[in-house]
């Protein structure tokens, strides 16, 4: 990836700040949660549901949703201690990183997520309201983050409050998860949840023309131990270290973008300067794009105060040119239990450049059929060879895929063959069949559980470079930030850059 000189000291990195398991309520434990989230994942945060100051008590209808609440607090305040021991146990500074956090919620303000950098001196805070919440973590004796999350609820039915909100402790928000997408109240992942739609009032976009200055992140808020399930949201993040401090340092400068699956690496400057910050008045502002994404992208957009100012078409290639991209995805079917699924993959005639797992786990919300959390383990053998275990079930609806897969970059050409055994059936398919759609296979007869090998992805449509100059009058404070479709309906969405007005 050839980023603008504002990332060349910096790398990037995949998380999920925000999941759950059985700390509170929820399903599987924080070890299969800490196993799942390195299957694909860089760091992690496992949060507890800790504290709803003004739960509603006065409907008689609401008491069972009371009870599930209460007693999940009591059990997060019952082993917090014990978790915060298992936290910095399982932080690998340079391998894999982990922060505590708990989940604050609030019908008035909004729910906010509490993190701290460490584990030691980390407590509950059981606030009344969000400014009590806000002294308590600035007396905190270590550094501790407020991320406000779906808040694109109506305000007083825990969306967001914006007159509320302060970017001092949060300097970032929570834009995306399995509640929806809220960037805006229009376009894709609408909010489907109980608790409501999605309303403008509590938007991104809403937020900053208000004035407020925050960047985006996106978490999966899953409930059954599968930090970064695919589909559901994981963040990017530039540092310029796999550490706490330095991923720290990283959300407090807002380097951090929102993305639902695909690990789409976006690097986006204004005037050299990197995503999350704030430069100095300009009337010209240089601005460089670079995306790599997992599949073939559809569309860049660069938004200028919340409007698209210019928006970049990838088209297909007609020369067909690697590396190529290939997703191999299993499941389907409609068998009641899971499918157990042993897959080995050889490349001939190719390299493996890359592996991308796209794993999702049980459904994030529901209760799960068996205990079996954390089925799935990858290895990448070799640059000709990679191997996964894993299960499936039947997807869940028209909308809401079960599947399990890889996302495999090979350089190779059309005869390079991916050969495939499949729960002990040989499969092979040269990258030339897959050059203009999928192939599928199947384990057996009607409505057995199927794989299939996804088109193959030439580099010209999943790296995209460009320049463009705009100019603004500078009189105020200006934002600019950057969202990426690709065709498979993945996206991604940078955190804003700021202008700052001239002073007259």
Not at 37 to 63: E, G, K, N
Not at 220 to 231: E, L, M, Q, R
Not at 294 to 304: F, P, R, W
Request: aromatic fraction near 12%; hydrophobic fraction near 40%; proline fraction near 6%.
């Amino acid at each position: 990836m050839a980023s603008p000189n504002a990332y060349q000291p910096l790398g990037l990195y995949f998380g999920d700040l925000h999941n759950h398991c059985n700390l509170s309520y929820g399903h599987g434990s924080f070890d299969d949660a800490l196993r799942n989230a390195r299957l694909q994942l860089d760091f992690a945060s496992v949060t507890v549901h800790a504290v709803w100051h003004d739960l509603p008590t006065d409907d008689p209808a609401l008491d069972y949703l009371v009870a599930y609440h209460r007693d999940g607090f009591a059990k997060a305040k019952a082993n917090w201690n014990a978790h915060l021991d298992l936290i910095d146990a399982r932080n690998e500074e340079g391998r894999f990183v982990t922060f505590p956090s708990f989940e604050w919620h609030s019908s008035a303000y909004g729910d906010y997520c509490v993190y701290y950098k460490q584990a030691t001196g980390a407590a509950i805070i059981d606030a009344p309201d969000l400014m009590t919440l806000r002294q308590t973590v600035q007396r905190s004796p270590i550094p501790a983050l407020l991320i406000p999350h779906h808040i694109g609820y109506q305000r007083g039915w825990r969306g967001i409050n914006w007159q509320a909100f302060s970017s001092e402790l949060s300097p970032l928000v929570e834009i995306f998860s399995f509640h929806g997408l809220s960037e805006s109240s229009e376009g894709p992942y609408p909010y489907l949840h109980s608790m409501g739609p999605r309303d403008e009032r509590g938007t991104a976009q809403y937020g900053w023309a208000l004035g407020h200055i925050f960047g985006v992140v996106a978490s999966t808020d899953h409930h059954n131990a599968f930090p970064g399930s695919y589909g559901y949201g994981r963040l990017g993040v530039w540092a310029s270290a796999l550490t706490r401090d330095a991923l720290w340092d990283a959300f407090v400068q807002r380097r951090t973008y929102a993305l639902t699956g695909d690990r789409i690496e976006l690097a986006f400057a204004l005037n050299e300067q990197p995503l999350g910050a704030m430069c100095p008045p300009a009337v010209e502002r240089f601005i460089q794009v670079d995306v790599r994404g997992g599949d073939s992208i559809d569309y860049v957009e660069v938004l200028y105060n919340n409007h698209v100012i210019h928006r970049e078409n990838v088209f297909a290639q007609t020369i067909w040119r690697a590396p190529f991209k290939v997703y191999i995805e299993l499941g389907w079917g409609e068998r009641p239990t899971p499918t157990p699924w042993e897959v080995d993959l050889r490349v001939a005639g190719g390299v493996v450049r890359s592996v991308e797992p796209r794993l999702r786990g049980y459904a994030p919300t529901g209760t799960p059929t068996d205990d079996n959390f954390s089925p799935s383990h990858w290895q990448q053998v070799d640059d000709h060879h990679v191997r996964l275990h894993t299960q499936t079930r039947p997807n869940l609806s028209l909308r809401a895929a079960a599947t399990e897969g890889l996302g495999l970059e090979i350089e190779g050409d059309e005869q390079t063959q991916i050969v495939a055994t499949l729960n002990g059936q040989l499969v092979t398919i040269p990258l030339g069949e897959l050059k203009t759609g999928a192939r599928t296979f199947y384990l057996g007869g009607f409505v057995s559980p199927a794989v299939c090998f996804h088109r193959a992805v030439p580099v010209a449509e999943y790296a995209h470079h460009f320049a463009l100059l705009h100019r603004g009058d500078a009189r105020a404070r200006d934002w600019y930030y950057v969202r990426v479709r690709q065709r498979n309906d993945q996206w991604a969405w940078s955190s804003p850059i700021w202008v700052a007005p001239r002073i007259s």
